[in-house]
């Protein structure tokens, strides 16, 4: 008599013989090739979902994640008044502190300028000399005022070290 | 890898990073609040060389290992699990990097994350990574396994160069090339500069201190994976008898 296993191991039942006689038919093994291939397509179609979101809602639509001032001036009427993230240098001596943020001064590469001015919080990096991006729209198609709500600084690649100690001398140079 | 580098490999990685975080923390200076941002410039101590090892180093071992287990001439095991192992290691530094990219950010842009060419390409690259672990779940057979990860692994590499780039060939709020500049040249001031390298060669050795770790486990794990089998058929066989 045979007494039937309720373990099983790699995919296939273990049948163990009672007595003398010896159950030695081959394991029918599962079609473990078939379920491989179709876990690998799985894996593949879930992942080019997850890239194809990340490509279309986040690269492809910020390859160029900002607008220079030049070019936002130079295109003026195909941007209007849509929102744009704008980019420029804060221009020294512009910067007003406001009750709902700040206004001031951005310069464009060909001296071309454009008055800004922002609700919210600046970063803690936001000062006069500095590339930033204002993210908003120009009041009018006509207007070179931009309005926003958020600022980015933008940082460079330079590392300068500050040097507290040194004075400035009075003809302008550090000792 | 000889048994003195071996010997050599975890003093010389925490003597590196312990150098690092000394360096970083006490003795450079602060930068200015104009490049640098204070102190703020101490994360470049961190992310950049995490950075470094996440795509180049380690998807680079990746990658190489990958193409020596395609070509039949060095077709090994070792190079299976070294692809495998170094893989697993990246995504742990990918993540890293992400994730100090946005500590440093948030004070320095005024958001913990942007949408900009440089980031989202990273974030692709997790993906891809941890998709390569998932796709070496997904198969049963080893030969398999390895030669679909070994196409994969090279695949996926190509985006690395489209991250690298993606700071000069679009505009980006990301900053450019700190040290890996077309120009070669690095405004990075005196100590800083030097504590960067040392940061670079730490987090490299850390680096190979944990694939080595990761590898000898695969290769343990391997071992009880054969002699469970080996264990199983003797057992069927003594049924048998």
């Keep these: 008599m045979l007494r039937r296993s309720t373990e099983s191991h790699s995919g296939g039942e273990v049948v163990v013989a009672e007595g003398d006689r010896v159950d030695m038919t081959p394991v029918v093994l599962a079609p473990r090739k078939r379920s491989s291939n179709f876990r690998t397509i799985a894996v593949l179609v879930v992942l080019a979902g997850a890239v194809g979101l990340l490509l279309s809602q986040g690269l492809f639509k910020n390859l160029n994640y900002f607008v220079t001032v030049d070019e936002a001036l130079a295109q003026k009427h195909h941007y209007g008044t849509t929102t744009l993230r704008l980019e420029g240098v804060v221009q020294k001596g512009t910067i007003t502190r406001t009750a709902t943020g700040a206004s001031f001064v951005i310069d464009g590469s060909k001296s071309q300028r454009v008055s800004v001015s922002v609700s919210g919080t600046p970063p803690q990096l936001f000062q006069a000399n500095i590339p930033v991006v204002v993210v908003g729209h120009f009041i009018s198609a006509t207007s070179l005022h931009f309005t926003g709500n958020q600022i980015l600084v933008k940082h460079s690649a330079n590392y300068i070290a500050s040097h507290p100690n040194r004075v400035k001398a009075k003809n302008g140079s550090v000792r | ?241």
């Design chain 2, 1 to 241: 890898m000889n048994k003195v580098t071996q010997r050599l490999l975890g003093p010389l990685t925490l003597l590196s990073l312990v150098g690092t975080v000394f360096l970083g923390l006490w003795v450079t200076p602060k930068a200015t609040m104009h490049d640098g941002g204070g102190d703020l410039v101490r994360m470049l101590y961190v992310h950049p060389a995490l950075a470094w090892v996440a795509l180049y180093v380690s998807f680079g071992t990746t990658t190489i290992a990958s193409a020596l287990y395609l070509w039949k001439r060095t077709r090994s095991a070792t190079m299976d699990r070294v692809a495998y192992c170094a893989m697993e290691v990246s995504v742990l530094f990918i993540a890293l990097t992400l994730v100090t990219g946005s500590i440093w950010g948030r004070p320095t842009w005024g958001v913990w994350w942007a949408w900009d060419a440089r980031l989202t390409s990273t974030a692709i690259l997790l993906v891809l990574a941890l998709g390569y672990l998932a796709l070496r779940r997904a198969n049963d057979d080893p030969e398999t396994r390895a030669r679909r990860s070994a196409v994969y692994g090279i695949l996926v590499a190509l985006n690395v160069p489209i991250i690298h780039f993606a700071v000069t060939w679009w505009k980006s709020l990301h900053q450019n090339a700190t040290v890996l500049t077309v120009s070669g040249k690095v405004s990075v001031h005196g100590s800083m500069l030097w504590t960067l390298l040392l940061s670079f060669i730490a987090f490299t050795l850390w680096y190979f201190w944990l694939l080595r770790a990761r590898y000898r486990l695969e290769v343990r794990s391997d071992d009880a994976r054969q002699s469970h089998l080996a264990a199983a058929v003797a057992e069927r066989q003594r049924e048998g008898a």
